[in-house]
């Protein structure tokens, strides 16, 4: 069966926004880009809304497996945040080697965050930046900009943006947030990392195929570890559209053992539809939300019914 998918994103509340007078708390989450603005109200209630206030405290308390799918930048970015901030502290192993940030001949730790954004412009992208600072706690961080947009940044996060060539040139002394690096900036990233005198290397929204990327950096790229992974989701099926998203949330343990969830939205709420190891193909994610679909259509809801009054009936 075939069927389209593309993601559905978006990035700051409209001036104007009000609270929508329906989907007022948690329970409320229709699909929607981040800042409010939603595909639709499922109560069928149309205009603008903010954003709901972020419940930080139950981010604090949720685990990899629990953690619901945001329905705002702000609470993408708690949830991001979380999850470096649990990354970020050192393993028992680590603690017991008596590791230190900085210390020579200890490698970098090579993290990667994906938050979705419509608005990719220098201004937006140093907002996302400085707010995912502002957020995560135990990180002394140098932001590597990329794209030639460093004074861009300048006013959001001052000294502490660079361009990623002179990172390179001068490599920080601490952790390193490289922002949307792309396939062009795929050689200097690796020799950052190679000169990396912090506990940490994180990429933010990193542009390149990771399914696919270039073979001479293919080891590379896939030394990084996603701690944090969001993405709305729409396929369109031959009669109806489902939307959906795929979330990765490393609160606890290896980032690797955090599974990459993917959700449908029914009732106007997220419900949870299939679970990997790995992070899911584009064939891997259509065939979940196919098969969620299938299971939810009344004809092979009605079949299930009559097998079932079949057995009652015969004694099976």
Known sequence: MAASLRALTGIAAPRGARACPT?????????????????????????????????????????????PVPSSKEEAIAQACAALEAQMRPSKKERRA?????????????????????????????????????GARGGDFTVAVCGGHAEAFSGRLGKRAVSIEDAVADP?????LVVAPGLADLEDVEELARQSRGAALVLLNAGW?????????????????VVYSFLPLQVQLVMVTQEGA??????????DAAPWRTFVVRGGVHEQVGR????????????????ASAAQSPINQGIKGARGFLDRLTGK
């Not at 210390?103 to 930046?129: H, N, Q, W, Y």
Request: proline share 9%; charged share 30%.
């Open 172 to 176: 920080p002394g601490g952790d390193v």
């Open 98 to 134: 008596g590791r230190k940030k900085g210390f020579a001949g200890a490698a970098a730790k090579k993290l990667a965050l994906e938050i979705p954004v419509l608005d990719d412009s220098p201004g937006a992208l140093a907002e996302l930046a400085g707010d995912l600072l502002d």
């Open 246 to 255: 795929v979330l990765k949330c490393a609160l606890d343990g290896s980032p």
């Open 23 to 67: 989907h007022s708390g948690r329970a409320c989450n229709p699909p929607r880009p981040f800042g409010g603005q939603p595909l639709r109200c499922d109560a069928g209630t149309d205009g603008i809304y903010a954003a709901p206030r972020v419940d930080s405290l139950a981010v604090c308390r949720a685990t990899s497996d629990d953690v």
């Open 209 to 225: 195929d990771t399914e696919h990327p270039p073979e001479e950096h293919r080891a590379f790229v896939r030394s990084f570890k």
């Open 276 to 291: 990997m190891t790995k992070r899911p193909t584009s064939e891997d994610i259509e065939l979940i939300l196919v098969n």
